[in-house]
């Protein structure tokens, strides 16, 4: 995964309220998509440009303290390229860079 940033504030209303606030941000944010609430849950996607394949990843926790709720909002970057080779067995991995190697030399 690529980097991520993560905050808490604390907000004097109930979660409901601020849930229902966090959605409509979210989606007004330019190259949203994928806004969902699913409680205590916001998570949306995030695109960074018409040709990108990565984005933004958002997600926010909804928790009722005394006197409002408080927020946590984790933000992370998502670039498919950066992860393509992790689910790969490490046997796997080594056996694809021997090929790419061999198919190096050869040239």
């Not at 994928?34 to 998570?43: E, I």
């Not at 005394?66 to 393509?84: D, K, M, N, Y």
């Amino acid at each position: 995964m690529g980097r991520s940033h993560e905050q808490q504030v604390m907000v004097p209303a109930p979660p409901e309220q601020v849930a229902q606030r966090v959605c409509h941000v979210v989606a007004a944010l330019p190259k949203a998509a994928g806004v969902a609430l699913n409680p205590p849950y916001v998570t949306a996607s995030i695109g960074t440009g018409m040709w990108s394949l990565g984005g933004r990843r958002s997600s926010s926790r909804l928790s009722e303290v005394p006197g409002g709720s408080a927020v946590r909002i984790r933000s992370e970057c998502v670039f498919p390229l950066q992860t393509r080779g992790l689910r790969q067995e490490p046997a796997q991995r080594r056996a694809d860079r021997r090929r790419s190697r061999l198919s190096l030399t050869r040239r």
